[in-house]
């Protein structure tokens, strides 16, 4: 396999091997004590790398060993996160320590100053892009919630894209990950270790990452997502619990709101 000299020289010949978690497209490779991360050059890329640097000192990142861009590719080389991934077995198996390690994972994010943060990720930006993702018919309409188009749903995504354009909600700015489902946040016990692939990380309202942690829930909790140590969970699991240790009443108007958002993307 082809890498950088600068990520080959700090790899050298260790053993490695590949990650099948996620859905981001990238081919992840893990080592002993570190996490090679090569993908498509792009804007989201270039922002992970960004926000990763930035959040340094800030909230639970991995360290940034290297990251180096060759033609089409981009390589990032950091250090592995200590703990368990939250959609791991062990979590799934035990609600409450799950439940406590996202509702902390929330908190943190939102404890950090956004002032100075580098990149905006609130609606303005967020629905031009998604205009840009429905134009170029970027659209994965195989990957989507099952009742967002179709009968008792919107007819397209152009359909859908005015409707968010239309029911744009008042938002509270905070640190948000963008992408906050199980396999993105690591912990130990309720102690949250470490933030991954936070590519679509930065500015944004707090109910784009309630909404799409409370979606991964709903999934891997139907059994969406199966797991031969686990087996099938059961759907019904108290979510109020969640909401209870965030401290907020669920709006699901906008849970629904930034739920539909993400079919975009």
Same mark, same amino acid.
């Given at each position: !396999?082809?890498?950088?000299?600068?990520?080959?020289?700090?790899?050298?010949?260790?053993?490695?091997?590949?990650?099948?978690?996620?859905?981001?497209?990238?081919?992840?490779?893990?080592?002993?004590?570190?996490?090679?991360?090569?993908?498509?050059?792009?804007?989201?890329?270039?922002?992970?790398?960004? !926000?990763?640097?930035?959040?340094?000192?800030?909230?639970?990142?991995?360290?940034?060993?290297?990251?180096?861009?060759?033609?089409?590719?981009?390589?990032?080389?950091?250090?592995?996160?200590?703990?368990?991934?939250?959609?791991?077995?062990?979590?799934?198996?035990?609600?409450?320590?799950?439940?406590?390690?996202?509702?902390?994972?929330?908190?943190?994010?939102?404890?950090?100053?956004?002032?100075?943060?580098?990149?905006?990720?609130?609606?303005?930006?967020?629905?031009?892009?998604?205009?840009?993702?429905?134009?170029?018919?970027?659209?994965?309409?195989?990957?989507?919630?099952?009742?967002?188009?179709?009968?008792?749903?919107?007819?397209?995504?152009?359909?859908?894209?005015?409707?968010?354009?239309?029911?744009?909600?008042?938002?509270?700015?905070?640190?948000?990950?963008?992408?906050?489902?199980?396999?993105?946040?690591?912990?130990?016990?309720?102690?949250?270790?470490?933030?991954?692939?936070?590519?679509?990380?930065?500015?944004?309202?707090?109910?784009?990452?309630?909404?799409?942690?409370?979606?991964?829930?709903?999934?891997?909790?139907?059994?969406?997502?199966?797991?031969?140590?686990?087996?099938?969970?059961?759907?019904?699991?108290?979510?109020?619990?969640?909401?209870?240790?965030?401290?907020?009443?669920?709006?699901?108007?906008?849970?629904?709101?930034?739920?539909?958002?993400?079919?975009?993307?």
């Amino acid at each position: !396999m082809f890498l950088p000299e600068k990520i080959r020289g700090l790899v050298r010949d260790e053993p490695y091997q590949k990650d099948g978690i996620g859905m981001s497209g990238s081919t992840v490779l893990m080592f002993h004590d570190k996490v090679l991360k090569i993908q498509q050059y792009s804007e989201e890329a270039e922002n992970e790398y960004r !926000m990763m640097k930035y959040l340094q000192g800030r909230a639970p990142v991995p360290e940034v060993y290297a990251c180096e861009t060759e033609g089409d590719r981009m390589y990032l080389l950091m250090r592995k996160c200590t703990g368990r991934m939250a959609c791991s077995g062990a979590y799934r198996k035990d609600w409450n320590a799950l439940c406590g390690l996202l509702a902390n994972s929330l908190k943190t994010l939102w404890s950090v100053d956004v002032s100075d943060c580098p990149c905006d990720q609130r609606l303005c930006r967020k629905l031009a892009q998604a205009a840009r993702n429905v134009e170029a018919g970027l659209v994965d309409l195989d990957n989507v919630e099952p009742d967002t188009f179709g009968e008792g749903g919107f007819r397209d995504p152009e359909d859908l894209l005015q409707w968010l354009y239309d029911h744009m909600p008042e938002e509270e700015p905070v640190l948000s990950h963008g992408d906050l489902c199980l396999p993105n946040v690591f912990g130990i016990e309720e102690r949250v270790t470490g933030y991954i692939d936070l590519g679509r990380a930065g500015t944004a309202d707090k109910w784009c990452d309630i909404a799409l942690c409370c979606r991964s829930l709903f999934h891997n909790f139907s059994g969406k997502y199966s797991d031969s140590s686990v087996g099938r969970m059961p759907v019904e699991f108290d979510v109020s619990q969640f909401f209870s240790l965030l401290g907020l009443e669920p709006d699901w108007q906008k849970i629904r709101y930034y739920i539909l958002l993400d079919e975009l993307f």
